[in-house]
Structure formats: C-alpha cells, structure tokens
C-alpha cells in the first residue's frame, strides 16, 4: 500500500515538516505545500527551516518536495493538513488557516482521497467547518472523500517522543474513514493509533490534554506566589510531592506559559462551549493565572532592585532567553515579549541574549549582556543559562538576579552576596 499511495501535507512547520519526513522514511510519495518559498527553497535544498533535531538528522535522508503550488493536492490520495490554530489578541480561536486549508484542499481533492486534519481545534470544528466545505464543492463525505482527525503531539525539543512513536488518536466520520485513517498511521506510526467513538471526541482529546497541563501549571503558579510570602521553596515542594510514585505529576511555576500549544487550546474549548451554554470558569481562571506571571515577575524584579537600592528606571537589565521553552528555537507566545513591554513601561533599559534565537538578540554573546547589566531576568531555560557557573555573574558585577524558569542555583548564588529571587523561592 504505502508505495502506490502519493500523501500531500498542507503547512511545513514543527508538525507538518516531521510527519512529511516520516511518511517519506515508510515509502509514500511526499508532497508538501507550503506558502512560505524561504521555507520551500531549504527544504527543497533537504534544509530544515527550524532548529529540531529529529529533522535536522532525517530531512537531508528522506527527501520531501516543496511547493508553493496548491495544484500538487491533485495528485494525492492522502492529505493531511498541519497548519496554525492561533488565538487573536482577544484571545478568539482564528481558524482562518484551516478554513483556507480545507479550501484548497476541496478545489484540487481527487475523488475517493482522505484528508486528515491534524491542527489542533475543539470539538464540533470538522463537523461545523470543515465538513461543509468539502460538501459545498460538491463532495459526498464517506464516498467521495473520507474525513479524519488525529491531532497532533508534537513536542518541541523532546529527545524521546516525536513523530515516529508517539501514539495517536483519531475519529472519522463514517466506518471507512476512520478505516483507512487508522490503517495509515499505523503505517507510519511505531505507537499504538486509537479510533475514537466520533470525530468530535478525537478534537476533544488534544484539547483536554493541553488544557490539563495549563491548569496544572496555573495550580504551581498560585502555590508560587502563596509559597514565596510564607518562605516556602515551592520548587523543592513540588520536588518532594513528586516522589509519589503515583497520582501525582510534578510541573513547575515559571515566569509565564508560552508556546503555540498550552497557552492556546484552553480559549478554543472555552469559547466553543460558551456556544453551548456553559462557561469553564476553571479553564479561565487558570488561563488568568498563567497570563498574570510575567507581570509577577517583573514585580519581583521590581523588589530585589528595590532591595539593592536601585530603582527600576537607572537600572540596566540583562534579560537571558527569548524562546519560548529551553533548547528551542520558537518564539511564539513566549513570555520574553510580554516582559520587554513591562520592561519598557518602566523605562528600564535592557539587553537580551538567547543562543537559539540570534537574530532577535539584541546583543552577540552572553558575556556581552552582562557586560552591560546590572541585573539578570532568566526568561528561558536554555541548557547554556542553566551551566553558568554563578562566579560568572559576580565577575560581572550583576547585583540582582531574577529567575523566571528557577532554573540556576538559588543557594551558590546568594553565598556570592547577589540578590536571588526566584518564581516561588
Ligand atoms: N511550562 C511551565 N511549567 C511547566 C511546564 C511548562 O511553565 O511545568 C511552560 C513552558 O516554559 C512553556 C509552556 O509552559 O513556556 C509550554 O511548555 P510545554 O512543555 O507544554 O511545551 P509545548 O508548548 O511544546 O507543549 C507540547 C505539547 N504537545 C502538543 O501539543 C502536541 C503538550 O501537549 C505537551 O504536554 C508538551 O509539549 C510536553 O509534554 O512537553
């Protein structure tokens, strides 16, 4: 099966451009549309547009065929669409990408294909806009096209899970779909691939996995702020409940929630259930939770600057991370922008330095940064921040450090006389 059949992924970004490599790695026929051409020309070139391992090692290995062109869905007898499913700045799902997607993929689908869509999107989104896209171009779903949902589980950064093994969900339409849908990725897939009852409840899944993690990140959150009044690590208790081996799993308070992931899919359950009448108040609250950090933290560089005896307008801050998560390269709704903006409010200047995200740093070297700051704001916990040795920062002169991802050594560096302030300890 896998050498007859040509498989198109519509958007080449950290879930398309993997799963591309994959299905070309098992034997398919690898077509890829993508509208960005900086990103067609280097994959095209077997270059990866993004820092990930996994295709950094197998881009240049099992080819993919790039274009721009939506033509190429012609010759596809499997679609699978990997675009964004941002939130604007109120916060409102924008399906636009998947409704553009879906769009194409109807002018150009042959008849008898089955088109996958992966993006993440809350449940009723395949029946309520999807579907209807596909029949107002005169399709008949269940025989001239099949429609399917597997949601993605990419996970930036991770050396263990990725495209190959991580295990997936998927819910269809009709027996036939979700058939061949199956059949498909556990051709591709090493994990096990889970049918689900509807197409609805495979939408659902991911969104209920996302939205566990931001509530319990809220939940650490809120314990940091309690625990930082009444002198309590949180860090080191969180460190202590986790050694329950069971029905208990440790995350941690950082300086805000970002990616494209978490701080995203709650709203798309939120509003869609406000549609049927019911409000998450816990999904919220835990949504306004993770979003006030970045102010917290700033706050808190407010107060040991305060204790050093200076005032946030003269003080020079050296802030050490942009990306969102450590050891990757993605900026999306990372913390690091919310915080350059309290930053700027207060007419604090600042340099930033983060290794993975070059061209946005302001400055070309760590030593560079804390050659001209006076305090330190940890946004990222990059593994090249985390092995500073602390006599660095003395060696610099930085007098006040604030640590967003509680990442560096609390005790060393306050034994060397530096004003330490962490997220909860
Ligand atoms: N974060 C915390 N505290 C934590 C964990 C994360 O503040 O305990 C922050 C991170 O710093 C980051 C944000 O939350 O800013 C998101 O971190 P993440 O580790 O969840 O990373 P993502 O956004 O790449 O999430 C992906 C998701 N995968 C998919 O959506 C397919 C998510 O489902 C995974 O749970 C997550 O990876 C993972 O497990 O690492």
């Known amino acids: 099966m896998k050498q007859k059949k040509t498989v198109c992924v519509v958007g080449l970004g950290y879930v398309g451009l993997p799963l591309a490599v994959r299905c070309s790695e098992k034997g398919y026929k690898i077509l890829g549309l993508e509208m960005n051409q900086r990103k067609v020309d280097l994959i095209n070139q077997g270059k990866s547009p993004i820092e990930e391992k996994f295709l950094e090692e197998n881009l240049p290995k099992f080819k993919v065929k790039a274009s721009t062109d939506e033509k190429i869905i012609k010759e596809a007898d499997i679609v699978l669409i990997c675009v964004p499913t941002p939130v604007d700045k109120k916060f409102y799902p924008d399906l636009s990408p998947v409704i553009g997607a879906s769009e194409a993929v109807a002018r150009n689908l042959k008849k008898g294909a089955l088109v996958v869509l992966e993006s993440t999107v809350n449940p009723g989104v395949s029946e309520e806009v999807v579907k209807p896209i596909f029949e107002k171009a005169g399709y008949e779903i269940g025989k001239d096209v099949f429609l399917a949902h597997c949601p993605e589980r990419i996970n930036p950064g991770d050396k263990k899970w990725n495209v190959t093994n991580i295990p997936r969900v998927v819910g269809s339409f009709d027996a036939k779909g979700l058939k061949i849908a199956k059949e498909f990725y556990e051709s591709i897939v090493d994990g096990a691939i889970r049918p689900m009852k509807s197409i609805r409840e495979a939408e659902a899944v991911k969104i209920v996995e996302n939205s566990f993690r931001d509530i319990n990140i809220a939940f650490v959150n809120e314990l940091a702020r309690s625990f930082e009044k009444m002198d309590i690590d949180v860090k080191d208790v969180i460190l202590g409940a986790a050694t329950k081996p069971f029905a208990f799993m440790a995350h941690f308070p950082s300086c805000g929630v970002g990616g494209h992931c978490i701080p995203v899919d709650p709203y798309y359950l939120i509003e869609r259930a406000k549609l049927s009448g019911f409000s998450h108040d816990f999904l919220k609250l835990a949504r306004k939770i993770n979003?006030?950090?970045?102010?917290?933290?700033?706050?808190?560089?407010?107060?040991?600057?305060?204790?050093?005896?200076?005032?946030?307008?003269?003080v020079r801050v050296g802030v050490l991370g942009i990306s969102y998560k450590a050891n990757v390269d993605d900026m999306r709704e990372s913390p690091y922008f919310k915080i350059i903006k309290?930053?700027?409010?207060?007419?604090?200047?600042?340099?930033?330095?983060?290794?993975?995200?070059?061209?946005?740093?302001?400055?070309?070297?760590?030593?560079?940064?804390?050659?001209?700051?006076?305090?330190?704001?940890?946004?990222?916990?990059?593994?090249?921040?985390?092995?500073?040795?602390?006599?660095?920062?003395?060696?610099?002169?930085?007098?006040?450090?604030?640590?967003?991802?509680?990442?560096?050594?609390?005790?060393?560096?306050?034994?060397?006389?530096?004003?330490?302030?962490?997220?909860?300890?």
């Open 291 to 314: 979003n006030s950090m970045s102010n917290y933290t700033v706050e808190l560089l407010q107060d040991a600057l305060n204790l050093a005896g200076k005032p946030m307008k003269n």
């Open 342 to 425: 309290l930053l700027e409010e207060y007419k604090t200047k600042y340099n930033s330095f983060d290794p993975h995200v070059k061209n946005k740093s302001t400055v070309k070297s760590l030593e560079e940064l804390l050659e001209n700051s006076d305090a330190v704001l940890v946004v990222t916990d990059h593994k090249e921040f985390v092995e500073i040795n602390p006599k660095i920062f003395k060696k610099f002169g930085i007098k006040v450090i604030v640590d967003g991802k509680n990442c560096l050594d609390k005790d060393k560096i306050r034994k060397l006389g530096i004003i330490y302030k962490g997220i909860g300890r």
